[in-house]
């Protein structure tokens, strides 16, 4: 059984590194990392990325596919769905970093595959509507550090982009502010600035060039 962490890496909100150090940091023992640097999730499919296209010659059933999240497969419902589906039924369990969410097929029964399905399809439309979410506060927060004209930046955040996304993500799937903390060592009123008011929190990413 191979064990293979796909990441994919977007310019601003993620690293490789960090995605990672998460993995290791869960308790995986990562055989082969496969990863799509400076891709959209929302406008390029899995199927469509350099990297990403090779999960479906690469994976064998048995093998496992460590996501940080299912946003790194996609931010788009549909290729999300399809993906997550097309390999389960190829054999493959998906395990996420993230919650530690596991979907396999190991089950025959028709309640419990019908419960899968709808957390996967959850999921796939969280990541969505949680990159409509970003877009929309990224393009406030640029309004916003216009209307300033830069004059004022400022106290610099404590956070930086990928810890911001973290947040924004963990808050979606109901992580509350004291673990959403202790996963990313922020400040519990740091993480409620960031969930309560990401527009803010992203006008102040923007006005420091984060």
Partial sequence: MAVILYARVSTRDQTLEHQISQAEAAGFKI???????????????????????????????????????????????????DAVRHFIRSGVTIRTVINDMTFDGATTDPVQQAVRDAMIAFLAATAQAQAEATRSAQQAGIELAKDRGGRFKGRKPSYDRATFQTVR???????GATSISK?????????????????????????WGI
């Fill in 31 to 81: 055989d082969e990392i496969v990863a799509d640097h400076g891709v959209s999730g929302v406008k390029h499919r899995l199927r469509d990325r350099p990297e990403g296209r090779r999960l479906y010659d690469k994976l064998r059933a048995g093998d496992m596919l460590v996501l940080r999240w299912v946003d790194r497969l996609g931010r788009n419902y549909r290729d999300v769905t």
């Fill in 169 to 175: 993500e963990m808050a979606d799937l109901g992580h």
């Fill in 183 to 207: 996963h990313t060592g922020l400040s519990r009123q740091a993480v409620l600035r960031i969930r309560d008011n990401p527009n803010l929190a992203e006008a102040a990413l923007c006005r």
